[in-house]
């Protein structure tokens, strides 16, 4: 079955940086594409970063999306997310997402506090 595991959170002061990981499985990884969104606490889910099979990538989120690197590993079945100059708004936990059949299927999320 379809399953997506995200990484890599935690707790940054404001100017950090973290780098989180999604391993996934259930479905031929290099074919599709994968998103990264995240949900501050009392707001809806946004889309942060998406990149497709070949590697294009569209932002959104756009106060993120100038700090944020997707990348993919289609060896290795995982899709990550490096984010510079993290700020207070960037708090949020950050979920992996891939729509396979019709179907989209999240991870479980991780947390994302950027605090001092």
């Known amino acids: 079955q379809v399953q997506l595991v995200e990484s890599g959170g935690g707790l940054v002061q404001p100017g950090g940086s973290l780098r989180l990981s999604c391993a996934t499985s259930?479905?031929?990884?290099?074919?599709?594409?994968l998103s990264w969104y995240r949900q501050a606490p009392g707001k809806e889910r946004e889309l942060v970063a998406a990149i497709t099979s070949a590697g294009g990538i569209t932002n959104d989120a756009d106060t993120v999306k100038v700090r944020s690197t997707i990348t993919r590993d289609n060896a290795k079945n995982t899709v990550d997310l490096q984010m510079d100059s993290l700020q207070p708004e960037d708090t949020a936990v950050y979920y992996c997402?891939?729509?396979?059949?019709?179907?989209?299927?999240w991870g479980k999320g991780t947390q994302v506090t950027v605090s001092s």
């Open positions: 259930g479905f031929t990884f290099s074919i599709y594409i």
């Open positions: 997402k891939v729509r396979f059949d019709g179907e989209d299927y």
